[in-house]
């Protein structure tokens, strides 16, 4: 099946994405950030749409709304872990503006909403796989400059700032990092899913991590092994991608549910 | 170690306290005291340039507030932990080993040794490689010491530590003071309402009281204070 370029490029682009998911997700959970990544993940569709509307490239406008969400979020630095109201007016605001602009462009866009709101990752094009590359090289380049402050800032915020830890400007750089991640993302599990992506990999290694590092680890592996068995079993079965995605890494994430429970006895 | 010149503490609203003059030397171990809400937090938080001063002149180590953190801990009254689940207080002290510096964090072998150092040092062998949500309220006011020592730092703030803990607990938590005040060479600031229990092994105190805020070179003179304790 791997002879295929359209399997070749679910594998080379899946596995960029994973990577990146898996990096970025730890974060997420150490800082709180579910809400946000899944109102970032919806706020995606308004950026598609926009784009669609414009003559634009999906992800294009994807990455324009999610950033300035992103920087919107961000410079409302730690609140924004309390502050579930925020965040939810701000997504409900770009759902409606989403809404709008599909009913703007319905008859030529609404038949691609599917593909945005779960992604096909089997149309991940060649032009694609540069564009994920290129971003994800971006993310990890970032994530390599301000991990240390970031994982002190993460853990312990209130220490970091008494140690001269820009926490404000580290929590916009991550939200920047974080919008990017999802607008990649949205390829190939779409709007609707990508929250799995941000969570579930991190969520599990987690589970199983004692060290920052092996947590990490843990998380970009679990994300890629889902990401190859779904793309395995969604061909020989004749199921979408996304939702093998989606069961792959939940049947994993129960699995450390388990073993917890069985070692509590 | 610190000057104060006609020094006002407070926030944009207001003064907490009238104008002040201190000057406290290096090395010293000084015990803050004074009523809930006098402003004994906000003068840390100035210290650490977290809350700019309201009036006044503060030098800290030589430098304005905010300009030698690096040389200053700070062990917060309230704080957020985000440590995940299996995560221990050895994860917590080590991530904050120049936690402002960009890159990717390591533990090198002579990090290693000197983690182990501060843990044998606070009394904490025994449950520092336990995950850090499973220790106890005192256990984890100790590994936060060993955090703060971590950048070997010559200034150490310390907000209300005392609180909250049993009569048990607290005696660990001093016993681990005592130590360091012996071992390391350092300026130690420390707010607590039970200033009773660890007054013999201060300097001096600061008061902070409805007249002003005073310099006192022993616990006597703040006696008066029913709060105090003693």
């Known amino acids: 099946m791997w002879a295929y370029s359209f399997m070749q490029n679910a594998l080379f682009g899946g596995i960029i994405v994973a990577t990146v998911c898996g990096i970025v997700s730890v974060f997420v959970i150490l800082r709180r950030m579910g809400f946000a990544a899944h109102a970032l993940g919806h706020m995606s569709l308004t950026g598609a749409s926009a784009a669609a509307l414009l003559g634009m490239s999906s992800i294009l406008g994807q990455l324009v709304l999610n950033g300035l969400a992103a920087i919107v979020m961000g410079l409302m630095g730690d609140k924004v872990k309390k502050n579930d109201l925020a965040i939810g007016v701000v997504l409900t605001f770009v759902l409606g503006l989403g809404a709008y602009f599909l009913f703007l462009f319905q008859n030529n866009y609404a038949g691609s909403v599917m593909s945005i709101l779960f992604g096909n990752i089997f149309a991940v094009s060649n032009t694609q796989i540069w564009q994920l590359l290129g971003l994800a090289s971006v993310i990890l380049l970032i994530m390599l400059v301000i991990s240390r402050p970031l994982i002190f800032a993460s853990i312990d915020p209130v220490v970091a700032e008494s140690k001269n830890v820009s926490v404000k400007l580290l929590s916009v750089v991550f939200f920047l990092v974080l919008a990017i991640t999802v607008s990649m993302a949205c390829q190939v599990v779409g709007a609707l899913l990508v929250f799995v992506l941000l969570i579930i990999p991190g969520a599990i290694g987690i589970q199983w991590g004692e060290s920052i590092y092996r947590i990490v680890a843990i998380s970009v592996g679990v994300a890629n092994a889902a990401l190859i068995l779904a793309l395995y079993v969604s061909y020989h079965f004749d199921l979408p991608a996304s939702f093998c995605i989606t069961m792959l890494l939940c049947c994993g994430y129960f699995i450390g549910v388990i073993k917890a429970l069985i070692k509590r006895g | ?230």
């Open chain 2, 1 to 230: 170690m610190i000057i104060c010149k006609h020094l006002e503490l407070g926030y944009a609203s207001g003064s907490l306290t009238p104008a002040f003059n201190l000057e406290i030397d290096d090395n010293q171990w000084i015990g803050i005291i004074g009523k809930n809400g006098a402003g004994k937090s906000t003068f840390l938080k100035t210290i650490l340039g977290v809350i700019p001063v309201v009036k006044g002149e503060l030098t800290i180590l030589g430098q304005k507030p905010g300009e030698c953190n690096k040389l200053i801990s700070y062990i917060p009254q309230e704080r957020e932990i985000n440590l995940a689940d299996k995560m221990s207080g050895v994860s917590l002290i080590t991530s904050s080993y120049c936690g402002s510096k960009y890159g990717l964090p390591w533990v090198s072998k002579k990090l290693k040794a000197r983690v182990d150092e501060l843990i044998d040092l606070v009394g904490a062998n025994s449950y520092a490689h336990q995950p850090f949500i499973t220790l106890s309220g005192g256990q984890k006011k100790r590994i936060y010491l060993a955090q703060a020592l971590i950048n070997q730092p010559q200034l150490l703030l310390l907000d209300e530590p005392l609180a909250d803990l049993d009569p048990h607990a607290k005696q660990h938590f001093i016993e681990a003071l005592q130590k360091i005040h012996q071992h390391q060479r350092l300026g130690l600031m420390i707010i607590s309402h039970d200033m009773h229990e660890i007054a013999s092994h201060l300097d001096a105190f600061i008061h902070f009281s409805g007249n002003g805020v005073h310099y006192c070179p022993t616990i006597e003179c703040v006696k008066e204070d029913t709060y105090v304790g003693i």
